[in-house]
């Protein structure tokens, strides 16, 4: 697996005129590499993963998954929201045989174990997140939480050349957050999934990742490339160790020198309360 990225640029036309979202930025990712991309607040991250996705179309520059230009969604790609995109009218099980653009092509052979099928593998990942009471349940029946575990069963269940997370866990209380990153690290780790994960965590980055990429604030480019200093064990409780710390430290610091707008918005805001109203 080789995926590239060069001088990827996007430009949006709005009512508003021109907005620069991103670019340029190049970046390599190696197989089984979990890279995460953090940067502020509208800076272009959740774009960025789109137009890897296929999703949309670049301005500028090219994609290259395993030397082929990426220009549309495809079964190498698996692709995580972070709001919860499972069909409400099918089950659990169903979810996640069917949850990708499988459903068009029965012909697809899961590529691995060949004796596997589709409905085992799926299977197989449901238990693996925890959710093997839960084949027959509908989406609606589940928590934000357990939404979550079936929609990374279904990314995973073509044993996708690339998995794609945009703020999966956004949306989750700070422990079944916890929990799932953790459930992620020991699923990447054992399938050598390649993953590019896009955070406003910094501790999630630091605690998911083996690389995190720095955006600039808009338009997003990458201002720091940081090699995180864990192997694969990885205790939750790193979190609180002096080197996990002051990477913490120092990636906020970054993003801080990027948010420079976002403390003249608060400055207003101070005026306008002042004035009393
Ligand atoms: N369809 C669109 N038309 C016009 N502008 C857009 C469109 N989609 C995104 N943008 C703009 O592009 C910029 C990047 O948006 P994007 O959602 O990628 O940022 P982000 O870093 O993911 O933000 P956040 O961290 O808040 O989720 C923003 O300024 C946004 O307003």
Redesign the pocket.
Known sequence: MSFKIENLTKT?Q?RRGE?H?IGPVDFEVQKGEFISIV?P???????SLYIMAGLEGATDGTILLDGNEVTEPGRDRGMVFQNYTLYPWMTVLENAQFGTTLKKNKNFELPGRANMSLKGRAEYLLDAVGMVDFFDAYPRELSGGMKQRVAIARALVTRPELLLMDEPFGALDAQTREEMQEMLRLLSQHDKTTTIFVT?DVEEAIYLSGRILVYSA?P?RIIADITVPYGEDRPLDIKHEKTFLNLKKEIHELLCQQEGEKVDRTKRLRELLAQGC
């Open positions: 949006y709005s907005v979202a940067g607040s509208g800076c272009g991250k959740s774009t406003h808009r997003g």
